[in-house]
């Protein structure tokens, strides 16, 4: 039985999300977040019991590219 290991150290190991996380950055609900990721918009990790989870980097860089900045009152 061989076993899979990883090059990352668990100290920098990338924080993953739930869809509930993801839902409350995006302020969508959490069914929204599933839609993303089965539509291809959004990639997402399955746990071993099927559950999904969001690399946070990913998710704050689509954040960033969907959001702007406001502009100053004239």
């Known amino acids: 039985m061989s076993t899979a290991t ?3 150290h668990p100290d ?8 509930g996380e993801v839902a409350a950055l995006f ?5 929204t977040v599933t839609r993303w990721a089965s ?5 997402s990790i399955r746990t071993p019991g099927g559950h ?3 690399r946070e ?3 704050r860089a689509l954040l960033a590219a969907l959001t702007t900045p406001a502009s100053p009152p004239t």
């Open 57 to 59: 980097t990913e998710v």
């Open 52 to 54: 999904r989870r969001f």
């Open 27 to 31: 302020r969508v609900d959490p069914k």
């Open 12 to 19: 920098q190991a990338e924080r993953l999300l739930t869809p």
């Open 39 to 43: 539509a291809g918009r959004l990639g």
């Open 6 to 8: 990883s090059s990352v």
